[in-house]
T-cell receptor, first 114, second 112 residues
Framework: DAGVIQSPRHEVTEMGQEVTLRCKPI?????LFWYRQTMMRGLELLIY????????DSGMPEDRFSAKMPNASFSTLKIQPSEPRDSAVYFC????????????FGSGTQLSVL | GNSVTQMEGPVTLSEEAFLTINCTYT??????LFWYVQYPGEGLQLLLK?????DKGSNKGFEATYRKETTSFHLEKGSVQVSDSAVYFC???????????FGTGTRLQVFP
């Protein structure tokens, strides 16, 4: 298996633009997590899905952030409009049966908002 | 709420030195505990886990014991290598919310 695949690896955009990050979880995994990593705040859980359904989005910072999982093999995290403080590395992770199981992380998307 | 506290880094060691990275947790109930490792430019990888009190997780020479009485899960390795240089994250899984809560990470730098 290719592991969790995220795209793009790097994204540079200007303030106010829409940004879409993509994730393909490992086939057969039914839980998907979006994390944000910054020097100041460390790793923050933004949202997670179980069987394609959002279970907890309490970590989503504000309404500018939205996430979808239209099917078991694809998820997106969208920021509209983007702001410089959104600059971070965004990780997607998947697992079998939730957080108690081993999480497999993608390589992340390095987002820079100028 | 549930939380994880790790020692601040960086931890700087010479090759073959003994490593300890402290981790304590606050949780209701009985969470599972994890150590994840992040190598430069990569995502996190599970290093080891323990699911109940007194369990010892081990992998690649690293060990950590689930200590309920001290609410700790310290990471140890007897002899570190340059290739162990990475950021190490302690984490717990909240059984009620099914979330994985990470500490802030500790950077380890090993020099030859």
């Amino acid at each position: 298996d290719a592991g969790v695949i995220q795209s793009p690896r790097h994204e540079v955009t200007e303030m106010g633009q829409e940004v879409t990050l993509r994730c393909k979880p490992i086939s057969g995994h039914n839980s998907l997590f979006w994390y944000r990593q910054t020097m100041m705040r460390g790793l923050e859980l933004l949202i997670y899905f179980n069987n394609n359904v959002p279970i907890d989005d309490s970590g989503m910072p504000e309404d500018r952030f939205s996430a979808k999982m239209p099917n078991a093999s694809f998820s997106t995290l969208k920021i509209q409009p983007s702001e410089p403080r959104d600059s971070a590395v965004y990780f997607c992770a998947s697992s079998l049966r939730g957080a108690g199981e081993k999480l497999f992380f993608g390589s992340g998307t390095q987002l820079s908002v100028l | 709420g549930n939380s994880v506290t790790q020692m601040e880094g960086p931890v700087t060691l010479s090759e073959e030195a003994f490593l300890t990275i402290n981790c304590t947790y606050t949780a209701t109930g009985y969470p599972s505990l994890f150590w994840y490792v992040q190598y430069p430019g990569e995502g996190l990888q599970l290093l080891l886990k323990a699911t109940k009190a007194d369990d010892k997780g081990s992998n690649k020479g690293f060990e950590a014991t689930y200590r309920k009485e001290t609410t700790s899960f310290h990471l140890e390795k007897g002899s570190v290598q340059v290739s162990d240089s990475a950021v190490y994250f302690c984490a717990l899984s909240d059984r009620d919310t099914d979330k994985l809560i990470f500490g802030t990470g500790t950077r380890l730098q090993v020099f030859p």
